[in-house]
């Protein structure tokens, strides 16, 4: 099977500034994981953590999600439950664990230190009750850090926190994003990516990103036209090279902002 690579990362330009990448990141319940959509509540998006297939000792419970895991789920899944808890927002910082394929497709991209991470996920409309695609949450990158190489102290401050990606390593890239981060306040309407009555797949996206590329969006008929893209139906780390471009740049801090509330 064919999979669509979109552009290579390019070298930083010699003398110049570092090159940053934006990284659309897929996380929470979709209708795979968990089988529906996260909950807009109270105007906040409140992105579930998908089941725990791995150790966890973290519960929907612990993070106050009980009793709306267990509504949105009619009880398919208990509040009780075990969860992947990832990513995590503590204290104005975002700590974020990849591994496996997706973790190797960040690090062909060279994903690191000034990179911004711009999660999405599924959600459903309290209002009309239509799915859609929104961010709800971005980590600007300050440091990526194998587990394997990680110090002691870290180690031991992120086992505190009950990090997933620390806590059963049955995969030998495990990789820690930290930096500043934070997760949605509000469900701004300049968040959402699906574009207006559907279908979900199909987003309204800035008119450069075409130009510079996403990771598994090379084939052209995905850019149905100037500003939209047809999503792929699978994935989780989306990467565009967006270099120095000033609108690019600011494109993403306009989410930052949108997010911050």
């Not at 109270?42 to 725990?52: E, G, L, Q």
């Not at 990179?115 to 929104?134: I, K, M, Q, S, Y």
């Not at 980590?139 to 806590?167: G, I, W, Y």
Request: charged share 20%; with cysteine; net charge positive.
């Amino acid at each position: 099977m064919m999979i669509e690579t979109g552009r290579p990362s390019l070298p930083d330009p010699p003398g110049g500034l570092p090159s940053m990448k934006l990284i659309l990141s897929r996380k929470g319940f979709d209708s795979a994981a968990g089988k529906c959509p996260s909950p807009i509540i109270d105007d906040r998006p409140v992105s579930m953590p998908i089941p725990a297939s791995g150790s966890s000792t973290t519960t929907y419970a612990d993070l106050g999600l009980g009793p709306i895991v267990e509504r949105i789920t009619r009880g398919r899944i208990a509040g009780d439950a075990l969860c992947h808890h990832d990513p995590v927002f503590h204290q104005g910082e975002c700590i974020l664990g990849q591994c496996g394929a997706a973790q190797s497709h960040l690090a062909r991209h060279g994903i690191g230190p000034g990179d911004v991470f711009l999660f999405f996920g599924l959600f459903t409309d309290p209002a009309t009750g239509e799915r859609h695609h929104r961010i709800y949450g971005y980590l600007k990158v300050h440091s990526a850090t194998p587990v394997a190489t990680m110090s002691a102290a870290e180690r031991t401050k992120l086992v505190a926190l009950r990090h997933p990606h620390l806590l059963d390593r049955r995969v030998t890239n495990d990789t820690i994003y930290r930096g500043e981060g934070a997760a949605a306040r509000n469900a701004h309407v300049s968040l959402r990516m699906t574009r207006p009555g559907g279908p979900l797949s199909h987003w309204l996206v800035p008119h450069w990103l075409e130009g510079k590329g996403l990771s598994y969006h090379a084939k052209p008929w995905r850019w149905t036209e100037p500003g939209a893209l047809q999503l792929v139906s699978r994935g989780q780390e989306f990467v565009c090279d967006i270099g120095e471009d000033k609108e690019a740049a600011a494109w993403i801090d306009a989410k930052i902002s949108a997010i911050r509330g």
